[in-house]
C-alpha cells in the first residue's frame, strides 16, 4: 500500500484487525519505520515525537490500530509497518506495510555557468534543487526580450535530470537569458542566467593603455603648441627692440642717449672701422652732449 502526502500535512496510515480470541488483554500493537537514513527499524513512538503522532483510539473495541502523523517531513518518507499481536491468537497475519511517499515542491534552483562565454567556445549551464520530491527533471529553455520562454532549439539534452546543458560550440545567435525550470508532480521553481559575451583581460589591458597613451599625447600637443606660442612671442619682442636701437644710432631725436665716437688720428688709428654707435636707454638724454 503507498500514501502520497505533501510535505506539511498530516498522514493517516491506516491499520484494522481481526483476532479470533475475544480477550484483549494481550492485545499489543506496534509501529516501526525504516527510513533512507536509518537503513534499519525504528519504533514509532506514541504521544512522543514533539506529539505528532496521534494514537489508535481505543483499538481493542473499533479493532483500529491506524494512527495519523502531522507535520510530515521528507526525513519521515519510509516504510511503515504496523504489526499487531493478541495471544494466545497467532493465526494469520501480524504485519501490514505502508510506504509512505513525502512529496515536496522543487526548492528554488541554483543556476551557473561554467567555461568561457565567448564565441567557438564549450559553455556548460548547471541547474540543481537542494530538495524536491519526487526528484525534479530540469529543463532549459531561452527567453526572448519579452520574456516568453521557447525550448533551446536544436539541443536534445535542454531536458534533463542532472541539469546540465552543455553548448560545444557557442555562436553569437546563443547569447542572451537562459531559465531553468525544476518540476516534478508538485510543482516548479524557476532560476535565471545571462549569457553574454565576456570581455578578454587583454582587451581590457589594452584599452587602458591606449588611453593612457592618448592622455600623454594630448599632454604633449598641448605643451608644444604653448611653447611655440611663447618662443615666437619671445623672438617678436627681441626683433622689436633691435628694430628700435638700428633706429636710434642714426636719429639725432632719438631720446635715448647715444654717442657718436669719430675715428682716432691716423697714428691712432687701429684697423679701418666704421664709425661705432653706442646706445644707452635712458629716459632723459637731452643734456648730455652729442
Known amino acids: 500500500k503507498y500514501v502520497n502526502v505533501l510535505k506539511g500535512q498530516s498522514a493517516m496510515l491506516q491499520c484494522s484487525f481481526v483476532s479470533t480470541e475475544a480477550a484483549t488483554t494481550s492485545l499489543t500493537i506496534q509501529w516501526d519505520v525504516v527510513t533512507s537514513s536509518s537503513m ?9 515525537n514533539s506529539g505528532r503522532v496521534t494514537a489508535p483510539s481505543a483499538p481493542a473495541t473499533t479493532k483500529n490500530a491506524s494512527i495519523v502523523i502531522n507535520n510530515m517531513q521528507p526525513s ?3 516504510v511503515y509497518t504496523c504489526e499487531v499481536h493478541n495471544f494466545p ?3 494469520g497475519q501480524s ?7 513525502v512529496l515536496e515542491k ?3 534552483p541554483y543556476c551557473s555557468v561554467h567555461g568561457d562565454v565567448e564565441t567557438g567556445h564549450l559553455v556548460t549551464l548547471t541547474c540543481h534543487s537542494e530538495s524536491g520530491s519526487p ?15 521557447r525550448p533551446v532549439l536544436g539541443r536534445s539534452e535542454s531536458l534533463t535530470t542532472t541539469g546540465i546543458l552543455e553548448i560545444k560550440n557557442m555562436s553569437q545567435f546563443e547569447f542572451g537569458e537562459y531559465q531553468c525550470n525544476a518540476t516534478n508532480t508538485v510543482g516548479f521553481s524557476t532560476c535565471t542566467i545571462e549569457l553574454s559575451p565576456e570581455v578578454g ?12 597613451l592618448g592622455c600623454v599625447l594630448i599632454v604633449l600637443v598641448v605643451w608644444f603648441i604653448a611653447h611655440s606660442v611663447k618662443k615666437h612671442k619671445y623672438r617678436a619682442v627681441k626683433a622689436a627692440e ?4 638700428n633706429k636710434c644710432c642714426f636719429d639725432p631725436d632719438c631720446p635715448h642717449k647715444h654717442h657718436y665716437r669719430p675715428n682716432p688720428p691716423l697714428h691712432q688709428q687701429r684697423p679701418p672701422s666704421a664709425g661705432l654707435c653706442t646706445l644707452s636707454l635712458c629716459k632723459n638724454c637731452s643734456g648730455i652732449p652729442r
Open 135 to 149: 526528484n525534479p527533471t530540469y529543463t532549459w529553455t531561452r527567453l526572448d526580450q519579452t520574456k516568453t520562454r
Open 89 to 91: 491468537d497467532v493465526e
Open 76 to 78: 519521515d518518507a519510509g
Open 40 to 48: 534499519t527499524p525504528q519504533q514509532v513512538e506514541m504521544g512522543r
Open 201 to 212: 583581460d587583454g582587451v581590457i589591458a589594452g584599452a587602458v593603455i591606449g588611453a593612457l
Open 242 to 245: 633691435a628694430n628700435e636701437m
Open 95 to 101: 504485519q501490514a506495510n505502508i510506504i509512505v511517499n
Open 106 to 108: 522543487p526548492s528554488t
